[in-house]
């Protein structure tokens, strides 16, 4: 009896309240607030839950959340990048004028922009591991160098602010059937994106979960100084999640040419903010060292099915940016009093 009474009393073995292994995870307030939006939106309009809105906020959702996996991977990292918006435009704008203006077949034009893209995510990486300055300071640097250059070259290549006709060259239309095509559910079309959006999510999810570079991500963005001390490796981990975030850029950049066949010179303009807005909602902390890719996947879909949302409720859709910022707080906040709740439930 007295052994039982031990074991009964010992708190190594002691069952951890379901509520409280909930609360814990970064992704748990995001998914409540879905489904309060989803409920919400749901009874405001038919359109809103009939299958062509889903196709739609799905569509809104798919292109965020793409671009949030790598930025919530790099702000668990401790990092910014907030040249990753304009980078879309620059990936896919140069995969377009090397391919309609220049001549060279799409596939190597798009092996060229990937190489490119890397370059730059390269670049940020190893400047903000070298110099030590904030990498909001360095992206933000590459930011302004990235849009004057988008569209300084456009309009010296084109005398316009766009790129087109990509849908004209040979080679275009098995890269159509693959990136830029749509299923039909429901009498519904969505778009394939969709789909690649779900898979980069597990895939990005696997990464960060159960790799050992997933575990550098969190020592790296936890205490940098500390984790170098035990050997882990800070800077390469940086600047690997600096070339992952340009390279997920190059695949958004170019499905969105490969889609519509033209890009306009400003594409992905303050997009990066939209960004760290579905990652922060999505659980991440911007200190770095929390934070999990299925929420960010979360956040996004929260902000697709908000922007289509007030729009078939029949509202101003000026408002939409009041709603955004009203979330991106309440997130802060609630991350916040988590993180501070998973930190008490350790001891």
Not at 68 to 90: C, E, K, N, R, Y
Not at 184 to 199: C, D, E, V
Request: contains cysteine; charged residues 10%.
């Amino acid at each position: 009896m007295t052994a039982v009474t031990a074991v009964t009393g010992d708190e190594r073995v002691a069952d951890v309240n379901l509520l409280r292994r909930l609360l814990i995870k970064p992704e748990f307030g995001s998914l409540i607030g879905a489904v309060v939006v989803l409920v919400f939106f749901a009874t405001q309009s038919d359109v809103f839950r009939s299958t062509s809105g889903v196709a739609n906020w799905l569509d809104t959702a798919s292109t965020v959340g793409l671009m949030a996996i790598p930025v919530a991977l790099l702000m668990i990292g401790g990092h910014f990048d907030l040249s990753a918006g304009v980078q879309t435009g620059t990936a896919g704008l140069a995969t377009g004028i090397m391919t309609t203006y220049w001549g060279l077949h799409v596939y190597a034009s798009l092996a060229v922009s990937l190489l490119l893209m890397l370059g730059i995510g390269f670049l940020n990486g190893y400047l903000v591991v070298r110099t030590g300055l904030p990498s909001f300071i360095i992206t933000l640097g590459t930011f302004l160098g990235l849009q004057g250059i988008n569209l300084g070259v456009t309009k010296q290549v084109t005398n316009t602010v766009q790129v087109s006709n990509l849908d004209l060259v040979p080679g275009y239309q098995p890269l159509k059937d693959v990136f830029g095509s749509t299923i039909s559910i429901g009498g519904s079309r969505f778009q394939i994106a969709i789909l690649w959006w779900l898979l980069f999510t597990a895939l990005g999810s696997y990464l960060l979960l159960k790799t050992r570079f997933g575990n550098w991500i969190f020592a790296t963005g936890g205490d940098p100084q500390a984790s170098k001390n035990v050997g882990v490796p800070t800077g390469r981990t940086t600047i690997t999640l600096f070339m992952l975030t340009s390279a997920f850029a190059w695949f958004v950049g170019n499905t969105q040419i490969i889609r519509f066949g033209t890009i306009q010179a400003q594409v992905g303009i303050g997009q990066e903010l939209i960004f760290i807005v579905a990652a922060v909602i999505g659980g991440c902390l911007l200190t770095g060292g929390y934070g999990s890719v299925i929420g960010a996947a979360v956040g996004a879909l929260i902000f697709g099915m908000t922007q289509q949302g007030i729009v078939y409720a029949g509202w101003n859709s000026d408002w939409f940016k009041l709603f955004v910022g009203a979330m991106l707080l309440l997130a802060v906040l609630a991350n916040q009093a988590v993180r501070r709740y998973a930190e008490q439930s350790r001891r």
